[in-house]
């Protein structure tokens, strides 16, 4: 099993910065896959940000520019950094992670990935 922490979430004025964390756990290394994925009220989730662990990354075409996904040294830590944060990025943010080495979607459909964390509410106020 996989566990997944997420930190670093809060409110913010638009224009803001934040940088959320993921602290991976458990079977960690297995993992080849991980991101952020993001839930506002009333709306479905929206992978926002994926990661290939010491590779590739991808990013919905709504935080393109703006979102920056890395992960740390030891791959146990996963970061989000959020700039020029607009009120429509308000939601609950949630860390994702998958051991599959082939995904059958998008690898920043990370709603579709197995784990998951309990979440981080981000508020960006106008």
């Known amino acids: 099993q996989v566990q997944l922490v997420e930190s670093g979430g809060g409110s913010v004025q638009g224009g803001g910065s934040l940088r959320l964390s993921c602290a991976a756990s458990?079977?960690?290394?297995?993992?080849?896959?991980w991101g952020w994925f993001r839930q506002a009220p009333g709306k479905e989730r929206e992978g926002v940000a994926a990661?290939?662990?010491?590779?590739?990354?991808d990013y919905a075409d709504s935080v393109k520019g703006r979102f920056t996904i890395s992960e740390d040294n030891l791959k146990t830590t996963l970061y989000l950094q959020m700039d020029n944060l607009k009120p429509e990025d308000t939601a609950m943010y949630y860390c994702?992670?998958?051991?599959?080495?082939?995904?059958?979607?998008?690898?920043?459909?990370?709603?579709?990935?197995?784990?998951r964390g309990q979440g981080t509410q981000v508020t960006v106020s106008s």
């Open positions: 994702a992670a998958d051991r599959r080495a082939l995904i059958p979607f998008a690898m920043r459909e990370t709603n579709r990935y197995n784990y």
């Open positions: 458990g079977s960690a290394n297995s993992l080849v896959f």
């Open positions: 990661l290939r662990r010491g590779g590739s990354t």
